[in-house]
């Protein structure tokens, strides 16, 4: 090999490296510039429309942890975009809920779509889709004739659920809510006022399941493990989002919904139309944007904020809002 052909192999192998040096600075770069592949935290910034002073809106939610830390989600949220926004959390049921949307008392509020097709719409819990989609598409119809408007969802889903203490479940030797069937009437059931009348819960479970319980307890819905720590109640309604089936899996156990009686449901904020139509296009826009980051691993942990560690919910909203960049 002569020197010039060695001249030439060294050179070109110099400008290798330098290329590929220049490759991974600029990967380096674009890895920085937006996490990884997916939009930077600053890309969710909600930014603040003079215009949206003095439209005043009112958010609302429902009367437990996860529709009240989504209710604050939302509100602030909305202020950040510039609106003039104030709450009323803790309204009740999904049935005091919406008739606060309808007589104006609140501007809009988190509702699950299962539960709306099923409370609202007589629509058969069977029946409710599966498919998250189909679902928002056919509750949105529904709220449409209403002359309300049910914006697009969450990517997250919640169920109510059939949960008891794990030896409980050893005990009986259940899997499934068909399972408790012949052994029902030795059971005490425990849930929320509201469950009494709901095809999504009792009323579900007796005339889907076929079940007669020896009781059925209302409760506080705060005190739904509670219930089953003290050996008060066999059987309690549950959420599939509950922190407490994750910070202490191996304590609970979900009985399987195997004839889907109690469909799940993304969240959908359903708001006026005339809040709709004097907010402006931010309203929507505001709304969707800070659902991105909702997954069901999240709010399982929001939930554990408020539920486990006792933060109070505007805290854990805010938290979350600022974590993924929607405020500063």
Known sequence: MTNQTRIRMLLALIVAAVMATGIAACGSDDDDSDGGGGESADSNLIEENSDNSGVKLTVGSKNFTEQIILGEIYAQALEAAG?????????????????????????????????????????????????????????????????????????????????????????????????????????????????????????????????????FTPVDIGLRYEVLDKGDADLSILFTTDAQLYTDSDTYTILEDDQGVLPA????????????????????????????????????????????????????????LQEFGYIE
């Open 265 to 320: 449901g993304n969240v959908t904020f359903v708001a006026s139309q005339d809040a709709v139509d004097e907010a402006g296009p931010d309203f929507e826009e505001t709304v969707e944007t800070v659902q991105g980051d909702l997954s069901l691993e999240v709010m399982q942990e929001l939930n554990a904020k408020v539920d486990v560690d006792k933060e109070n919910p505007a805290d854990a909203a805010k938290e979350y």
């Open 83 to 215: 609106y003039d926004v104030s709450t009323d959390l803790n309204l009740g049921s999904e049935v005091v809920a919406l008739k606060a949307l309808e007589d104006g008392s609140i501007s809009g509020y988190p509702e699950y779509t299962s539960t709306a097709l099923t409370s609202f719409f007589d629509t058969a819990p069977e029946d409710v889709p599966s498919d998250g989609q189909e679902a928002i598409d056919q509750a949105q119809a529904e709220f449409e004739e209403k002359g309300l408007v049910a914006l697009p969802p969450t990517e997250f889903s919640s169920a109510n659920a059939v949960g008891l203490l794990s030896e409980t479940a050893e005990e009986l030797g259940v899997e499934n809510i068909s399972d408790l069937e012949g052994q029902s009437e030795d059971l005490d059931l425990y849930g929320s006022p509201e469950c009494r009348q709901r095809i999504d819960c009792l009323v579900g479970l007796e005339d889907n399941y076929g079940l007669d319980f020896n009781s």
